[in-house]
């Protein structure tokens, strides 16, 4: 070690320095808030819960849930107050408004005054969105005698380029269901149609509860996989 009294004293004052660095980055690593991302509950076909742990670490921190389609997420959770304690606590938020049959990254975000924690990546997939019918007639009442268009929408996931046929049972609804249409294919969005001119002169007044009953034989017949009956 030098002699030189005052070479002595800027040594000392330069380890003090430093040691007076150290000490607040410290202080930083062990207030900064703890996120651990949880499994994704109550999954359905648009909707599901995201759940985590949060530790505060004694300083009042907000969290929130990051989520999309790849790890950019690209959409968020409201932020929600996990309060100021020294334990991990239990969060969880809704989401909605999903795609069905598509797999989403989620993560929790931690927030509070001295950092951001962000915890692991982790995904889960929507339901499957099943097999739907929706028919339209125009006009609608359709008068006796008449004739009417019908279009529809084949919703769900797989609705594009399915095959669709329309089927009665005419009054006196004794004669089972037979093709009363061509088949169709649906387009990419699941539209068909449409069928027009249909011969209505059989039905009653009433006609309109032969293409209710139309319609849900038509859904029946997609959702069981059954090939439409022979014309």
């Not at 004293?9 to 150290?22: I, Q, R, S, T, W």
């Not at 009363?180 to 068909?192: E, I, M, P, R, Y």
């Not at 039905?203 to 996989?225: K, N, Q, T």
């Amino acid at each position: 070690m030098s002699r030189d009294p005052g070479r002595n004293f800027k040594l000392m004052l330069a380890a003090g320095m430093a040691l007076a660095l150290v000490a607040p980055a410290g202080a930083l690593a062990a207030a900064k808030p703890g996120a651990t991302t949880g499994a994704a509950a109550s999954i359905g076909q648009q909707n599901v819960t995201l759940t985590g742990r949060v530790d505060p670490n004694e300083r009042a921190t907000n969290y929130y849930f990051q989520y999309g389609t790849t790890t950019a997420y690209g959409a968020r959770t409201p932020t929600n107050a996990a309060g100021a304690g020294n334990a991990a606590l239990a969060v969880a938020a809704p989401v909605a408004g999903l795609a069905p049959l598509t797999t989403y990254h989620y993560r929790l975000v931690a927030r509070n005054a001295l950092g951001t924690t962000r915890g692991a990546d982790r995904t889960f997939r929507t339901l499957r969105q099943p097999l739907g019918v929706s028919l339209v007639a125009a006009p609608n009442p359709v008068p006796f005698g008449g004739a009417t268009v019908l279009s529809g929408t084949l919703s769900g996931n797989g609705n594009a380029n399915r095959q669709v046929v329309l089927q009665g049972n005419p009054f006196p609804y004794t004669q089972g269901f037979a093709n009363v249409s061509n088949v169709q294919v649906t387009n990419a969005q699941g539209g068909f149609g449409s069928w027009a001119g249909l011969d209505l002169r059989r039905l009653p007044s009433d006609s309109m509860s032969i293409v209710v009953a139309m319609a849900i034989e038509l859904l029946a017949r997609m959702l069981a996989g059954i090939p439409p009956l022979e014309g």
